[in-house]
């Protein structure tokens, strides 16, 4: 028995479906290649790994950032603390579109203000009266759409008492002279060398008037 005539006209059907679907393939594979040939950027924070601070005095916390794209009204710095010897973060502060909402709650309530500029790449923050409990790791988050984070910037803070920071680099920031934050060591122990000496050599002076004085002394005799 043959098979109806429509049947053919079946199968010419489905071939010309499949005719019709290849345009359709040839435009997913545009997409695809265009979707590929899309190079995703990264925006790259820059912070110091570590700073002390004095006890009761401000602290620029420094952060830039390095960005292909340019920077728009959607771009954003948010800023976050970890505690010493805390496992979690907290959100503090956060800037964007020319606005800054520092955080309300405690510790930095009415602490913290906007010293940076978006369009110099700059994402840097003050905390006026740095604490002791102020310790811990500071975050610095900063969004520039399309461009994406790959890693924070994090700074160790450490609030030391005042005076008692001798060669720490207080308030420090990238790009400063390897080896400056000693200098002030190197100047004290000069100071207390020459003052040694000059001890020295007055104790050995008075020793030898004193010998002088016994020959006489016995001589005489």
């Known amino acids: 028995m043959r098979a109806p005539r429509g049947g053919g006209g079946g199968w010419k059907m489905a071939a010309g479906g499949g005719s019709a679907g290849r345009p359709c393939a040839a435009w997913l594979l545009i997409a695809a290649a265009a979707l590929t040939a899309v190079q995703v950027s990264a925006v790259e924070v820059n912070t110091p790994e570590e700073m002390f601070v004095e006890n009761g005095t401000d602290a620029k916390l420094p952060c830039t950032f390095t960005s292909v794209e340019v920077i728009s009204s959607a771009a954003s710095v948010s800023w976050s603390f970890q505690p010493e010897g805390a496992a979690t973060r907290i959100s503090f502060f956060y800037y964007s579109n020319g606005k800054s909402y520092p955080g309300k709650d405690i510790p930095f309530k009415d602490r913290i203000t ?42 160790r803070v450490r609030v030391v008492e005042k005076d008692l920071h001798a060669g720490f680099p207080i308030g420090g920031a990238p790009g400063r002279e390897s080896g400056s934050e000693w200098i002030p060591v190197f100047e004290t122990l000069l100071t207390i060398g020459e003052n040694a000496a000059t001890v020295l050599f007055t104790f050995l002076g008075c020793l030898k008037m004193c010998c002088q004085a016994l020959a006489i002394g016995c001589n005489s005799s």
Request: one cysteine or more.
């Open 114 to 155: 906007w010293a940076g500029d978006l369009n110099k790449k700059d994402a840097s923050i003050t905390i006026s009266n740095m604490q002791f409990r102020d310790n811990g790791t500071y975050i610095c988050d900063v969004k520039n759409p399309p461009d994406i984070v790959v890693k924070p910037g994090e700074i």
